[in-house]
């Protein structure tokens, strides 16, 4: 167990879909990173949280959208889903605002769009 | 163009064999990354390096900054090694290799 949790596991949903994915960090961190790993594309990065607000943004698409709460758990909310989003979500914290510290990864929530 | 160049895409190597797995990236960075993923999904961080040399264990991580360009090795390769390496780059935004998938036959 690293540290992070991110739920669900698996997710199969329909195209247009709206799902949301959700990421604890590990205690202490205040960074959430958000990846997307897709079979073409590899691994991208997303998204990045820090203690509340947004720090950096990737190749998230509009119909993608994330917060980081209070308590510092983050979800992804991925809406009018289509085949192509069918991922591997990984969410990664960190307990640095930059992106030069070490990181910790989730399990990841594999999405699959129907 | 990618912005992070691994190779070899793919390694198979007998156990006890010295591995070493190599990352180019052309864009200017404050950090490099090494990941491993096991055949489960998971990632796990090995390191993170900005300058020189690291060790962990069987494991060995240079950088060369002039020449942009970054090792892992594998001393005594054990077959609980075989997982995909994934070089990542942190600058003004995150690049990531395509990874090199390594198996270890015993």
């Known amino acids: 167990d690293s540290g992070v949790t991110q739920t669900p596991k698996h997710l199969i949903t329909a195209t247009g879909q709206r799902v949301t994915l959700r990421c604890s960090p590990r205690?202490?961190?205040?960074?959430v990173y958000w990846y997307q790993q897709s079979l073409d594309q590899g691994l991208q990065f997303l998204i990045q949280?820090?203690?509340?607000?947004?720090?950096a943004k990737g190749n998230i698409l509009e119909r993608f959208s994330a917060q980081q709460f209070p308590d510092l758990h983050s979800e992804l909310n991925l809406s009018s889903l289509e085949l192509g989003d069918s991922a591997l979500y990984f969410c990664?914290?960190?307990?640095?605002?930059?992106?030069?510290?070490?990181?910790?990864f989730g399990s990841g929530t594999r999405l699959t769009v129907v | 163009k990618n912005e992070v160049e691994q190779s070899p895409q793919n390694l198979t190597a007998q156990e006890g064999e010295f591995i070493t797995i190599n990352c180019s990236y052309s864009?200017?960075?404050?950090?490099l990354h090494w990941l491993q993923q096991h055949p489960g999904g998971g990632i796990v961080s090995l390191f993170m390096?900005?300058?020189g040399k690291k060790k962990h264990g069987r494991l060995i991580a240079t950088i060369n900054i002039q020449e942009k360009h970054s090792s892992l090795h594998i001393t005594a390769s054990h077959p609980r090694d075989s997982a995909v390496y994934i070089c990542?780059?942190?600058?003004?935004?995150?690049?990531f290799g395509t990874g090199t998938s390594l198996t270890v036959i015993p």
């Open positions: 990664a914290s960190s307990v640095a605002r930059g992106p030069n510290y070490g990181y910790t």
């Open positions: 205690s202490g961190d205040l960074s």
């Open positions: 949280y820090y203690n509340g607000e947004e720090r």
């Open positions: 864009v200017g960075i404050s950090a």
């Open positions: 390096l900005s300058s």
């Open positions: 990542a780059v942190t600058g003004n935004q995150f690049y």
